[in-house]
């Protein structure tokens, strides 16, 4: 059975029981069940966002709602593409004065971009674990983790989901995407570019080795998220195996039997915007260096067959350019049990915006701000591949919905 064919399988049996539980909860309770509780689509505002911003940048109440339960219209996607830029705001990455035109104007113009897509916190690497695991941040993730710890639990487990305590390489008993998708047949992998060999990273209790760039080697371990969980780092065949050099995706995208179900892309950080100034390089980073990055792998990702079939791509940025800048939060983001500020200076990430592009699925040059963050980023993923929610993807007020697969 091919990825595409399972998934479909998969998900027709989740949502049905998860129907199914929904309408007798309704009958029993007297509720009404909407699709999209609290909103009416493209309509809202990216405006609806808590917490700390620029001077001059308000910061509405947003309302808290229900979590959405998945819709039973759900697109058949077969294969997902992520891609994350580190650190630009939505101003920075998609504003008229952007410095990545192709990323901004060209790829735009392809797919919805949604203007009230946030990040969860501060600094960077609690962002990406948020992606594939719905864990909140604590104060070594907050700090981008300058040494590979592993997690020590202080207290029992908290809602939803959340391991209490404090460090970088979390249990083996916390779930991720990647598990789910192993357990439900699916594939996935990580590619992350300038790693020098598969499932790279530091020995537990030591600095890490991959913090900076240098001149042949711009790989960071904190924007490789699979690298922080000992149920995939534990079993070497296993990570090498899934967590690959992005050269590997060349070869993978060739064939529709041989792209996986998730593709996770990292840029290195020269490439990813993160640094202004490249090691090894002409010199030239930011978002110069990110948008030539895009024009060599974005084509070769949309022209695959995967993609072309059934594909789903989205791309965001990981944070905005720091606390002090933008730490807001949108979609009913709070305090967690092992952060009282999950942005350091407030309450989330900041707006970043995010593109999804889909020619099966998504209307092309359209936007919608409806608020979303990287929890709804992996819930509206969990969703698409019949597999439950994880973490504080349980929580979210909204999942991608017909504002965001509006392809008649």
């Avoid at 600094?123 to 941040?137: E, W």
């Avoid at 083996?172 to 590619?191: C, E, F, P």
């Avoid at 780092?233 to 179900?261: I, M, N």
């Amino acid at each position: 059975m091919s990825s595409s064919a399972g998934l479909r399988e998969h998900r027709a049996a989740y949502l049905g029981i998860v129907g199914t539980t929904l309408l007798v909860l309704a009958v029993v309770l007297g509720l009404g069940l909407s699709p999209h509780p609290g909103s009416s689509g493209s309509s809202g505002s990216p405006g609806g966002a808590t917490g700390a911003g620029r001077a001059g940048v308000p910061a509405a109440a947003e309302a808290p709602t229900a979590a959405e339960a998945p819709g039973a219209d759900l697109p058949q996607v077969g294969h997902v593409f992520v891609v994350n830029i580190e650190n630009k705001g939505f101003g920075t990455t998609w504003g008229a004065h952007s410095r990545a035109p192709y990323l901004a104007k060209t790829l735009r113009a392809k797919g919805i971009l949604l203007k009230g897509y946030y990040a969860t916190a501060h600094h960077s690497l609690p962002n990406y674990l948020a992606q594939i695991s719905g864990q909140g941040p604590n104060s070594q993730t907050q700090g981008d983790c300058p040494v590979y710890t592993r997690f020590h639990e202080t207290g029992p487990v908290a809602a939803p989901q959340q391991v209490v305590g404090n460090g970088c390489v979390y249990p083996k008993k916390v779930q991720t995407l990647a598990g789910q998708l192993d357990a439900a047949g699916l594939t996935w992998r990580g590619y992350m570019e300038d790693m020098a060999k598969p499932c790279q990273h530091s020995r537990l209790g030591s600095r890490e080795r991959w913090a900076s760039a240098r001149a042949h080697e711009q790989y960071a371990t904190r924007h490789n998220p699979f690298m922080y969980f000992r149920s995939i780092t534990s079993r070497a065949t296993y990570c090498k195996h899934h967590v690959r050099p992005l050269s590997a995706l060349t070869e993978d995208l060739k064939k529709v039997s041989t792209t996986r179900s998730l593709s996770y892309l990292t840029p290195d950080l020269c490439h990813d915007a993160h640094d202004a100034s490249c090691k090894g390089n002409d010199g030239k980073g930011g978002l110069a260096a990110a948008n030539a990055w895009f024009r060599t792998w974005i084509p070769r990702i949309r022209h695959s067959p995967a993609f072309q079939k059934d594909g789903l791509l989205v791309i965001t940025a990981d944070e905005s350019e720091g606390a002090a800048e933008d730490s807001r939060a949108c979609c009913g983001e709070g305090p967690g049990p092992n952060a009282g500020q999950p942005g350091i200076d407030g309450p989330g990430g900041g707006r970043v915006g995010a593109l999804v592009i889909a020619p099966q699925f998504v209307k092309a040059g359209t936007s919608s701000k409806r608020t979303y963050n990287h929890y709804s980023l992996l819930a509206s993923l969990e969703d698409l591949f019949g597999v439950g929610r994880l973490g504080y993807a349980r929580t979210v007020t909204h999942v991608f919905g017909r504002d965001v697969y509006n392809k008649p």
